[in-house]
């Protein structure tokens, strides 16, 4: 059987000399700095966060490191360690929605996004990417290239905006914009949010309530696998990853659907009643009785419920009840698979596997239909977990997936 790959983080060191030596080729110069932003994985909480509800993600120590110059004139030309022979260009003048294709779109939408949001003194820009965020992983690598160019373009452009959290959500907003707008991809805000505002050692415990300050959108939320034994296993399925296929927007579309029938603007506010009424389970039959087909019913079930396994899973987590957090994330899964119905069968298939062999739970992680799960394992049981999957994987003809260590690390920064 082969060895499963295990994808190591870039140093702070390498990512920065490694984006300043495929800056210099590609321009003939030195960049003005480098700066870089994490990706993501979400411990619980998903497809929530465009359901006004709540999400707990941590940042990943993979990172994307960007170096950047900004330009006299609007042009943006763009390179990647993917591809260091292809240069990307844009320009920003008379940009449209949808105007830059295949991946130029996400950064070039970010500064199309500032200069939208009336930030006039963004111009172009040439930037090297290079990162260790696996593409297509449901890690969120689309979130790591858009918030560490936002990061980028706020400090060479001296808008003032990434030294604080609260002003790292106007960066959070020209990031999404990018996403939603530019790139065509459905996101709801907690990667960005994740990327730009985790710190070392916690997750961030994410309310996507509308109208909340920044202070009151995002709480910190101790993360310590150490001190209880523990890792976190992430498991990169690399089934095939697609997200802007319909598939994401079709399901928002139904829960947005649904609150416009029960009369709410979002399902949070149904979460919350559900939670404070006298017997939840009855609450939530009766919230569903009130919806007309199966299909709106299984969704909403799985919103509600999601949203209330993140204050249980902080809080089992917070007492050291392991094995009531692992319930909790094979819960998701479930709910997931059957109601939200976004798994595929390798998703399903490492979950299963991982729970068999000692996990005290797994769940898929991310937007689903491909990417990534996590297994929260015993310290030092991950790579014989991840092997065992690889295993089964090669078993039935799926592609070899890849691992990843994961821990919470810090948000995006400038890196030199």
Same mark, same amino acid.
């Given at each position: 059987?082969?060895? #499963? @790959?295990?994808? %190591?983080?870039? +140093?702070? @060191?390498? /990512? #920065?000399?490694?984006?300043?030596? $495929?800056?210099?080729?590609?321009?003939?110069?030195?960049? %003005?700095?480098?700066?870089?932003?994490?990706?993501?994985?979400?411990?619980?909480? %998903?497809h929530t966060d465009y359901n006004a509800g709540l999400c707990l993600p941590i940042a990943?120590?993979?990172?994307?490191?960007?170096?950047? +110059?900004?330009? @006299?004139?609007t042009r943006v030309r763009l390179v990647s360690d993917v591809a260091p022979d292809k240069v990307a260009e844009a320009d920003l003048e008379g940009l449209k929605a949808r105007g830059v294709? /295949?991946? *130029?779109?996400?950064?070039?939408? #970010?500064?199309?996004? $500032?200069?939208?949001?009336?930030f006039d003194k963004v111009r172009g820009f040439d930037a090297a990417f290079v990162s260790c965020v696996p593409l297509g992983s449901g890690l969120s690598s689309s979130a790591a290239?858009?918030? +560490?160019?936002?990061?980028?373009?706020?400090? #060479?452009?001296?808008?003032?905006?990434?030294?604080?959290?609260?002003?790292?959500?106007? $960066?959070i907003n020209a990031a999404i914009k990018s996403e939603n707008e530019m790139a065509g991809a459905s996101t709801g805000g907690l990667d960005q949010n994740a990327s730009m505002r985790c710190t070392a050692g916690h997750a961030i415990r994410l309310d996507c309530r509308p109208g909340l300050t920044a202070l009151e959108s995002v709480s910190q939320k101790e993360f310590d696998l150490d001190k209880y034994g523990l890792e976190l &296993?992430?498991?990169?399925?690399r089934a095939p990853h697609q997200l802007n296929d319909g598939q994401y927007a079709q399901r928002r579309a139904t829960c947005e659907k649904a609150a416009e029938l029960l009369?709410?603007?979002? &399902?949070?506010?149904?979460?919350? %009643?559900?939670? *404070? +009424?006298?017997?939840p389970e009855e609450a939530l039959a009766d919230v569903l009785a009130k919806l007309p087909d199966e299909t709106s019913k299984k969704r909403v079930r799985h919103v509600i419920t999601e949203i209330g396994r993140v204050d249980e899973f902080i809080e089992a987590f917070a007492s050291g009840d392991i094995d009531k957090a692992g319930d909790l994330f094979n819960a998701s899964h479930n709910s997931l698979r059957d109601d939200y119905q976004v798994t595929v069968p390798e998703l399903d298939t490492a979950v299963n596997?991982?729970?068999?062999?000692? *996990?005290?739970?797994?769940r898929m992680t991310g937007g689903g239909f491909g990417g990534s799960i996590i297994a929260l394992v015993d310290k030092g049981e991950g790579h014989r977990i991840a092997q065992l999957i690889a295993d089964e994987f090669e078993a039935q003809g799926f592609n070899a997936p890849r691992a990843l260590p994961a821990y919470a690390a810090g948000a995006a920064s400038r890196e030199a």
């Open positions: 059987m082969t060895a #499963v @790959e295990f994808i %190591e983080p870039i +140093s702070h @060191e390498d /990512g #920065v000399a490694q984006a300043t030596a $495929l800056f210099a080729k590609t321009y003939g110069a030195q960049p %003005e700095g480098v700066w870089a932003a994490p990706g993501r994985v979400n411990l619980i909480g %998903e990943l120590p993979h990172r994307t490191f960007i170096a950047l +110059s900004p330009r @006299e004139d294709d /295949g991946w *130029a779109a996400y950064p070039t939408g #970010v500064a199309w996004a $500032l200069r939208e949001a009336g290239m858009t918030c +560490s160019t936002a990061l980028a373009l706020d400090d #060479v452009y001296g808008l003032g905006y990434g030294s604080s959290d609260a002003g790292r959500v106007t $960066l &296993l992430v498991l990169d399925t009369g709410v603007a979002n &399902l949070r506010i149904v979460a919350d %009643e559900v939670a *404070a +009424s006298a017997d596997v991982a729970r068999a062999n000692g *996990a005290y739970g797994a």
